[in-house]
């Protein structure tokens, strides 16, 4: 079935700083925007934002963040209130924005943040394009190089495509929103605030990241010593080489090598997953690594990670931390919607800590973490679990 809505017609490429100024005061004049980027964290050991997609009313548009050295021009269209930025699945787009240039979002319309809220089971921007325009992406080209150019046509009409539809997609989805009832107009409401709030995380390498591989658990404390030697041996290649620690080696494959604790490169053959040509480049580095966990002492209790919030909670927060998550969880069946919605991990980890802890609506609402939507709907129930 042919998609409704403007004509596709060539994309606009922009490339030089001159093109953006132009491109940014067209998009000032707007009401509603579509917004999406495109990284190379496959590719590099730092992703860069290499694509920011804009489609309006009067095009779609593709910025190039390689070729312009100055961003500036769009701060006002992300910060402006008058102007409805729409995103699909937003969050990594927002921080990639911010981690390029110090953007603030205002008016920000999540459309699978919509589609969460009315219980739709795939959430991905093809389905949905599928069942609202009979428009099939082509996803191959998700996974490709964003960061080499030139780019391909085939590269940029898929780029395009990914905000193309989307200021339809964002007014169907409020209308049945709307239908659904209040609580879906304002737990929508209230995660898009939280993703335009967001503050990029430091790109810092924790040495004690490891203890949060799969399979780290089932090593012995000479083990856990190292796995914790590799994993920094492997971000330094990493770093030194511009690769993706993963493309270095596995996460499955450093736990197996800790695990088994070769020896020597014949040893090193056996491992399942470390191939020829990867003991060929690291296979030196690893033996290394190895040789040096020996002469350290063994890990006997796994690290609290850096990035792990739950983590850093004392025995009886965590006890509230679990009884709030089973509430969450029922909650949120109840209702068929992603638990995130009905309460977000970072406030479901600050009311586990929260001093002192509330007892009525009244404290729920003083202690600053809950809007008084989210109270009014759920407060018997957070305070149940709070206990």
């Keep these: 079935m042919p998609a409704p809505g403007r004509a596709l017609t060539a994309p606009s490429y922009v490339d030089t700083d001159e093109g953006l100024r132009r491109l940014a005061q067209r ?7 579509a917004v999406d980027t495109e990284s190379n964290s496959l590719f590099a050991h730092r992703e860069r934002l290499c694509l920011i997609q804009v489609s309006s009313a009067h095009g779609d ?15 006002p269209v992300f910060a402006g209130a008058g102007i409805v930025k729409v995103f699909h699945d937003a969050e990594y787009d927002i921080i990639a924005l911010k981690r390029a240039h110090p953007f603030e979002f205002a008016s920000v319309f999540d459309t699978k943040v919509a589609a969460m809220s009315l219980g739709r089971h795939s959430l991905g921007l093809a389905a949905a394009l599928s069942e609202h325009f009979g428009v099939q992406l082509d996803k191959r080209l998700q996974r490709s190089d964003w960061g080499h150019r030139p ?9 395009r495509l990914d905000t193309h539809y989307l200021t339809e997609l964002a007014q169907r989805l409020r209308t049945q929103l709307i239908e659904a009832g209040e ?8 995660e898009c605030r939280r993703l335009m709030a967001q503050v990029p995380p430091p790109r810092t390498f924790d040495p004690d990241g490891y203890a949060t591989l799969r399979g780290v658990e089932s090593l012995d404390p000479a083990g856990r010593r190292r796995l914790r030697e590799l994993f920094g041996v492997r971000e330094r290649i990493a770093a030194d080489r511009d690769l993706p620690p993963f493309k270095v080696l596995h996460n499955d494959t450093l736990v197996e090598i800790a695990r088994r604790a070769p020896q020597s490169a014949a040893d090193l053959h056996a491992v399942p997953g470390l191939f020829p040509k990867l003991i060929e480049r690291f296979g030196g580095a690893v033996l290394s690594a190895l040789r040096r966990a020996e002469r350290l002492r063994p890990i006997e209790d796994l690290p609290r990670c850096e990035n792990d919030g739950a983590l850093r ?15 969450r969880k029922s909650a949120a069946a109840a209702r068929r919607v992603d638990a995130s919605l009905v309460l977000p991990r970072g406030v479901l980890e600050a009311l586990a800590t929260a001093r002192p802890r509330p007892r009525d609506t009244d404290g729920l609402l003083a202690c600053g973490l809950l809007e008084p939507w989210r109270v009014a709907h759920y407060g018997a129930g957070i305070l149940a679990a709070l206990g």
């Design 183 to 190: 609580i879906h107009v304002l737990e929508v409401a209230s």
């Design 313 to 327: 909670l004392s025995p009886a927060q965590r006890r509230v931390h679990e009884r709030l998550r089973t509430w």
């Design 151 to 159: 780019l391909s046509d085939e590269q940029k009409e898929y780029a």
């Design 27 to 33: 998009l000032l004049g707007e009401r509603a925007i």
């Design 61 to 75: 548009f593709l910025v190039d963040p390689l070729a312009i050295r100055d961003l500036s021009p769009l701060v």
